[in-house]
């Protein structure tokens, strides 16, 4: 069974300013898929970003971009001028590919995200 | 922009009794989900539904869990008998195939008391 570790449970970053968080992955397959979700205080799970493991060109969504080392298995979220609406919960996600049937996601545990004024 | 649509938002029930959590999912998607997420803890998934049968479940939907596709539009998650441990976020989410993420709903907050 696939794992995602987040060993950040909290960040803070200064607006304007860049933070990183990072996300771990174990899996034994070769093609799969890897995403990141922000949770806001809402509780809705949006789509930030995501990234198709047979590429090797970082994904990257205007002011978000990945950092996606096949080999270490590691799927880092890159936010650049941090803005106050940035400020949530972001969950690692993976999934696999499986060209079939609906596959659910596996989820870390999520990096809680504050943006310093 | 297309949107999944979860009711209700919030939902009290007493522990023992049958809570059926209700979905819209996008119009033209063809894979559905329910997720769950105890307060504080990560998102589970639950189970997937495609061409109208269960495609995949997790461990955490046993007997107590049902879900169906009553008609064209609604995708509906039923617990028969709810236990306190069943308090939780459930979040419904479709995909249109199951080569990207998913759209999710704003969620079903259930508290079972």
């Known amino acids: 069974a696939q794992t995602v570790t987040q060993s950040q449970p909290e960040m803070s970053v200064q607006e304007a300013e860049t933070v990183t968080l990072s996300c771990t992955y174990d899996?034994?397959?070769?093609?799969?898929?890897l995403f990141w979700y922000k949770q806001p205080p809402s509780r809705q799970m949006i789509l930030v970003i995501r990234q198709e493991a047979y590429k090797q060109q970082n994904a990257t969504e205007n002011r978000f971009s990945v950092n996606f080392q096949k080999a270490a298995k590691s799927f880092s979220l890159k936010i650049s001028d941090s803005q106050l609406g940035d400020a949530a919960m972001y969950f690692c996600a993976y999934r696999t590919y499986s060209g079939g049937g609906a596959d659910g996601l596996t989820f870390g545990k999520g990096t809680h995200l504050i943006i310093q004024p | 922009e297309p949107e999944v649509t979860q009711t209700p938002s919030h939902q009290v029930t007493q522990m023992g009794q049958e809570v059926i959590l209700r979905c819209v999912p996008i119009?033209?998607?063809?894979?559905f989900y329910w997720y769950r997420q105890i307060l504080g803890q990560k998102v589970e998934f639950l189970v997937s539904f495609y061409n109208n049968e269960i495609s995949e479940k997790s461990e955490i939907f046993d007997d107590q869990f049902s879900v169906e596709r009553p008609d064209g539009s609604n995708f509906t998650l039923k617990i028969r008998s709810t236990k306190l441990e069943d308090s939780a976020m459930y979040f419904c989410?479709?995909?249109?195939?199951?080569?990207?993420?998913?759209?999710f709903g704003s969620g079903t907050r259930l508290t079972v008391v």
């Open positions: 899996t034994s397959e070769s093609d799969y898929y």
């Open positions: 989410a479709s995909s249109e195939n199951n080569l990207y993420g998913y759209t």
């Open positions: 119009s033209n998607h063809l894979y």
